[in-house]
């Protein structure tokens, strides 16, 4: 079994900052990508950011220059550093990962956190 467990979420005023945290655990080999997914209300999920193994980056055109995706692989963790927050960046924050459990990668999605950015 594996489960990825996020955490850092919260309530803070426009131009703050949040800092979120998804940990990997269980049957793991290896973890190849690492993202971070957001679906405000009503809306469907949409793409934040994404990592690879290699530490390559990809950013939504809309939390460009604003957030920073990294990633720790001794600790099976991968971070979201979330600057200059907007009431638009509200929603719930997924954890996701390709992670390789014997000979096959499958795709994890964490539980989600509630990020609440006020106006």
């Known amino acids: 079994q594996v489960q990825l467990v996020e955490s850092g979420g919260g309530l803070v005023q426009a131009g703050g900052s949040l800092r979120l945290s998804c940990v990997a655990s269980?049957?793991?080999?290896?973890?190849?990508?690492m993202g971070w997914y957001r679906q405000a209300p009503g809306k469907q999920r949409e793409f934040v950011a994404f990592?690879?193994?290699?530490?390559?980056?990809n950013y939504a055109d809309s939390v460009k220059d604003r957030f920073t995706i990294s990633r720790d692989n001794a600790k099976n963790t991968v971070y979201l550093q979330m600057n200059s927050l907007k009431p638009e960046d509200t929603g719930i924050y997924y954890c996701?990962?390709?992670?390789?459990?014997?000979?096959?990668?499958?795709?994890?999605w964490g539980q989600g956190t509630q990020v609440t950015v006020s106006s």
């Open positions: 990592i690879s193994s290699g530490g390559s980056t």
């Open positions: 996701y990962a390709r992670i390789v459990v014997l000979t096959n990668a499958y795709d994890y």
């Open positions: 269980g049957s793991i080999f290896s973890i190849n990508a």
